[in-house]
């Protein structure tokens, strides 16, 4: 009995999917560029009655609402994009990154920010389809922060989108910061969000501690109506700290002795009063 060998379609590579998408984006990008330079050289689209040369549908990405401009950290972008600023092409910004790290370390600090300024779900969408690991991950964290700065809603969901790993986390965090610079209530908001209000999570600690400086009753009331367990006992230690090292330990004991329970956390709150107020406790 003769057996016929088969051999399945080949099914291209993660990696390959990923170039392939990545080549899409940039041809789409150039196409776009194309068809707008020739409305601008003709000097506008088609009359009614005439047909264009090119037909594109409505392109599914728009650029968030801008409702802050800053620079983001200072170490690394250097300036305030502005909106009315051409921003690079794509295939421009592929060619500049891939020339040497010099270009590459100046696309990232000068023209970054324009172009997230402009076009942030594009150049997000860029971001992720990076075949070179080290590179993804500087995109992915610099343009969620600067995303942040403009629209932190947008940025926050597109980051919760990509797949599970450490990069993910540490863009969670970049976000979760970026925006208490400005709005620390907020920033908690989103960090609870994606960290969930029952384990204790340093970065929602912090992020509590610095808004307490600036307004330690809204960050009290915020504590307060948390659910009552480890995370909270860890924020309202955070709490205690401020008011103690503000020059208030006698109210850091009262907080200490009306909203914790009898256990480990109260005995902690209490040795932090104890450093300022030296009053062994």
């Not at 998408?21 to 009655?49: K, S």
């Not at 801008?66 to 421009?92: F, H, W």
């Not at 009898?262 to 932090?272: C, F, L, N, T």
């Amino acid at each position: 009995m003769d057996f016929a060998l088969t051999r399945g379609t080949p099914q291209p590579r993660p990696a390959v999917r990923m170039k392939m998408a990545r080549m899409a984006l940039i041809a789409g990008a150039c196409i776009a560029a194309g068809v707008a330079f020739n409305i601008a050289r003709d000097g506008g689209p088609p009359r009614e009655g005439t047909r264009a040369e090119v037909s594109l549908p409505p392109s599914p990405i728009a650029p968030g609402d801008s409702s802050a401009k800053s620079p983001v950290d200072e170490g690394n972008i250097a300036r305030v994009p502005d909106s009315a600023t051409p921003a690079l092409t794509l295939p421009e910004l592929e060619r500049r990154l891939n020339t040497d790290r010099d270009s590459r370390e100046l696309v990232l600090r000068e023209e970054l920010p324009t172009l997230v300024a402009q076009r942030p779900q594009e150049i997000a969408r860029y971001a992720e389809l990076e075949a070179d690991t080290q590179l993804r991950e500087q995109l992915i964290r610099q343009v969620a922060q600067l995303w942040a700065r403009t629209d932190a809603d947008r940025a926050m969901a597109w980051v919760m989108s990509l797949p599970e790993s450490p990069e993910k986390q540490a863009t969670l965090i970049d976000v979760s910061l970026t925006v208490a610079e400005t709005d620390a209530p907020r920033a908690a908001g989103l960090r609870e969000a994606s960290v969930g209000n029952i384990e204790p999570d340093g970065v929602l600690e912090a992020i509590v501690q610095r808004w307490a400086e600036r307004d330690f009753d809204g960050a009290l009331a915020w504590v307060d109506a948390r659910p009552r367990n480890a995370q909270y006992d860890k924020l309202l230690q955070r709490l205690v700290y401020v008011r103690a090292a503000g020059g208030a330990p006698g109210e850091a004991a009262r907080i200490v002795e009306q909203s914790f329970m009898e256990g480990a956390s109260k005995a902690e709150a209490a040795a932090i009063v104890s450093q300022f107020s030296g009053e062994a406790r």
